[in-house]
């Protein structure tokens, strides 16, 4: 069966760093285009960053506007993983992130395949 599981997650102080991976089991990585996505305190879950499968872009990357610059997804095909590298955290980058297996032209509503969350926490 289909499994993402997320990790990497939790506190950074502000212009801080962290890594967040997501493992994927039940499908190789060439197969469905992986996003990130975080829920604020208080707001709807938006996209944060996608990257197109092989098969569909051959690993094309999109970020949201708010952490262009600042944050850069990359995959492993051979262990199946994705990665979020984020830089330069912010307070406002606080919330809970999700990966998911999809189409990087959806909208969250749209993926089929969800990680269970990991929390990230911006503060000094």
């Known amino acids: 069966q289909v499994q993402l599981v997320e990790s990497g997650g939790g506190w950074a102080q502000p212009g801080g760093s962290l890594r967040l991976s997501c493992a994927v089991s039940?499908?190789?990585?060439?197969?469905?285009?992986i996003g990130w996505f975080r829920q604020a305190p208080g707001k709807e879950r938006d996209g944060v960053s996608c990257?197109?499968?092989?098969?569909?872009?051959?690993?094309?990357?999109y970020y949201a506007g708010s952490v262009k610059g600042r944050f850069a997804i990359s995959r492993d095909n051979a262990t199946n993983t994705v990665y979020l590298q984020m830089n330069n955290l912010k307070p406002d980058d606080t919330g809970d992130y999700f990966c998911?297996?999809?189409?990087?032209?959806?909208?969250?509503?749209?993926?089929?395949?969800w990680g269970q969350g990991t929390q990230v926490t911006v503060s000094s």
């Open positions: 990257i197109s499968s092989s098969s569909s872009s051959d690993g094309t990357t």
């Open positions: 039940g499908f190789h990585l060439d197969v469905y285009d």
């Open positions: 998911a297996a999809g189409d990087c032209k959806w909208p969250p509503s749209k993926y089929d395949y």
